[in-house]
């Protein structure tokens, strides 16, 4: 069983930055799609984005040239990259990872089998 532990968040104002971590157990890490979703209060919870397997990425509209994703195999770790924090960006953030090995892009929440606790991010303005 995967487990995964994300850590990073806090508060920052409006125009700042933050990095997120995902830390992963298990021994497949670099085998399987990586994927971020928030979710904001009174809303559901959205994609943000995606890192598979072989470093491609893929981010939501709202999000894309602001944040970057990434992930360092030798330390079971995903990074989320957050720049240019807007009020609208406040809302848990969750990592998330899909069991299948060299699988294809993963945007949907119930194509993740693992899920972090999740980090709260606050953007005040």
């Known amino acids: 069983q995967v487990q995964l532990v994300e850590s990073g968040g806090g508060l920052v104002q409006a125009g700042g930055s933050l990095r997120l971590s995902c830390a992963a157990s298990?021994?497949?890490?670099?085998?399987?799609?990586m994927g971020w979703f928030r979710q904001a209060p009174g809303k559901e919870r959205e994609f943000v984005a995606a890192?598979?397997?072989?470093?491609?990425?893929y981010y939501a509209d709202s999000v894309k040239g602001r944040f970057t994703a990434s992930r360092d195999n030798a330390k079971n770790t995903m990074y989320l990259q957050m720049n240019s924090l807007k009020p609208e960006d406040t809302a848990v953030y969750y990592c998330?990872?899909?069991?299948?090995?060299?699988?294809?892009?993963?945007?949907?929440?119930?194509?993740?089998?693992?899920w972090g606790q999740g980090t709260q991010v606050t953007v005040s303005s």
């Open positions: 298990g021994p497949t890490f670099s085998s399987y799609n």
């Open positions: 890192i598979m397997w072989h470093g491609g990425t």
């Open positions: 998330a990872g899909d069991s299948t090995l060299w699988g294809n892009l993963r945007t949907l929440q119930y194509e993740y089998d693992y």
